[in-house]
């Protein structure tokens, strides 16, 4: 059976759905509800299990790793080190968030060591973050990136094969790149930036596609595309950030794969 | 005046409301946030005052202590044993949720410290943290419990022997014991398993309840109904879990004895 | 241009939504979430930066310092004196919270390591925890106030003459002084009192109102009159305090000049 990229992007979701991957996450404070809800609303089993007694043994059970590297406390910092290390001696997937790397020289060093001692699937950053992380210039403003997009696409590429992995950045447009095959996920609202943490629910569920399937670049296409329509459906009703954030889970609750077949607007290079 | 148990029930909620229990929290940051505004909503005044420096002064001056042991940081694990000595010197109430100890052997160990040198006098939790707990095997993935419930009212009946303490366990029914009086409460709905917090939630809850009550028994039998009462009306009115949650908030802040009275499904062994 | 002071807060909101000021905060994980979601409602840019190693440079880039001493873990603790110390050296607006101050004695000595080596340009608390930092008895319950408001402004005047620093009391009435001029802001509903954060949520505010105003006494009205007309506006619709919090932050979000201008109940002094 020949199918094409939205064919598996569709199939990738019911492979959440089936399985209930248990995704274990070393994620900040401020949105770390968020990520467990959004992952229990898209049919995945939430385990925010970051202590550093109990995290290499849980990455060795569990079928996806996220770290997400915003306001890490010194704990959260060796667990997420040290998951990553049994994440790659484990073979467990892992998905990194390299939150504000470019405003924070310490997250930058967090990361540099994940990926050095451990083993990164996917980073999922905005652009400014993914910029950084590919040598270039970019502008921030604390945990937000002030970048236009421009040459989004070529850093994510870069990065990409810098450390063989797959890398996603958010901005108006969103790229995922392999480094070779690339998606241009051109849906979303703008009201996704006005609650914390879009980013890293999308990172989490990042994670939950990731789990049980072997192509990590599809993967990330079905995690953002699925938090863009569910953005889009959720914005079509509410226009007003309270009722928007609760209404977000509630339409990644409901979304369908028949959703993300018609409405999905992806260039695939 | 002989009153029967769903009475004490009913006037075990109007004590919550009439007394405002302060109900100290040392629990996991994943759910911090919905535990506070379950206890507010349902009249009490929470205070999750975990610093290693401030909780044994606390718990003094508390109604009831709530410690759930998800994600213990280093400091807060500390704590929690501290605050459980605190507890037993100065004649407050415990309620401990042990989450994850059957997964993570580290969370049997800080259960284990504090029922030898604290006081606990309700154990709230899943049914495959009750059977760990009671020496029996169960099947547990990461913070989930995956026990049919076949013979769990006799395990919460072991485990309630075996510290001399209220039990109950949650799952499509819910038990309550304290070795000889039992309770199988058969309300709620699948809709609470959907979002995070419901069992951290409970448990905040039953501090509430056996604050002020001498009957812990009755007291955990009131927390659960009030929760699933709850669950189930938010469900009549909305289908998707982050709705669902905010609904939830607002079912218990509006919760009637009556209501506990006419819709309690409780079967008393 | 001669404005009077209700025009004064009117242009300070849009100055809020123009810069967009960034605001660091270091505050307690209970509502670290609704504090980010309702700084990014009002037109703020949140950053929950707060490990050690990073805030003495975040703080220098920071439009403004939000500090809250509920639940401060250790690590919080020693960077909240180190970022207001980073804010006295960088001229960096600071507004302390001093929640509990009045209850646990550990608040106490934080608070006054960073009055003593940092900057506090504003002290937002409810009264107790401000009579208690003006040297007077009160009655506190946890994190509660059960005073009666009574002499709250002379308290009020008096802490702000001691630290040569904005206070703003909350309460029924709510106060602001700089010593010489006060405000007495009648707006608000008691249901804010029914969900937890409202307190630290309005000490953000009062953050991103502040950074960019050289007025800090209309800033921290401004900051209050916000939150109340937010919360009366949400009382209008919604009665139960799950969907409230909701509510509240869309009310923030829409929240115009003119609301604050015809619907502001303030007496100035």
Excluded at 6 to 19: D, G, P, Q, Y
Excluded at 25 to 42: F, S
Excluded at 103 to 127: F, H, M, Q, S
Excluded at 157 to 162: C, E, M, P, T, V
Aim: net charge negative; charged share 20%.
């Amino acid at each position: 059976m020949n199918l094409n990229n939205i064919e598996k992007v569709c199939i990738n979701l019911s492979t959440v759905r089936n399985n209930i991957p248990l995704i274990q996450c070393i994620t900040n404070y401020v949105t770390i509800n968020d990520c467990a809800n959004i992952l229990l609303a898209y049919g995945a089993s939430p385990a925010m299990c970051e202590a550093y007694d109990e995290v290499f043994d849980f990455t060795k059970i569990s079928s996806a790793l996220y770290i997400n590297v915003g306001t890490l406390t010194k704990e959260q910092e060796e667990a997420a080190v040290l998951a990553s290390i049994s994440a790659k001696v484990n073979n467990t997937t892992v998905v990194l968030d390299p939150v504000a790397c470019g405003a924070i020289p310490r997250k930058a060093a967090v990361i540099n060591r994940i990926l050095e001692l451990g083993r990164v699937d996917i980073i999922k950053g905005n652009i400014g973050e993914i910029k950084f992380l590919a040598g270039e210039a970019s502008a921030v403003r604390g945990v937000d990136s002030l970048d236009s997009g421009e040459g989004a696409l070529d850093a994510c590429i870069r990065l990409a094969k810098k450390y063989n992995c797959i890398v996603a950045s958010t901005g108006k447009e969103d790229f995922v790149t392999d480094g070779t095959r690339s998606a241009i996920i051109q849906n979303g609202t703008e009201m996704l930036t006005k609650i914390t943490g879009a980013g890293c629910m999308l990172g989490a569920l990042c994670g939950a596609t990731a789990a049980y399937s072997e192509d990590k670049f599809i993967a990330a296409v079905t995690a953002i595309l699925s938090m863009n329509l569910a953005g889009e459906e959720a914005y079509e009703t509410v226009k007003v950030p309270g009722s928007f954030k609760v209404k977000l889970i509630d339409c990644i609750y409901t979304l369908t794969e028949e959703k993300l077949k018609k409405e999905g607007k992806i260039i695939w290079q």
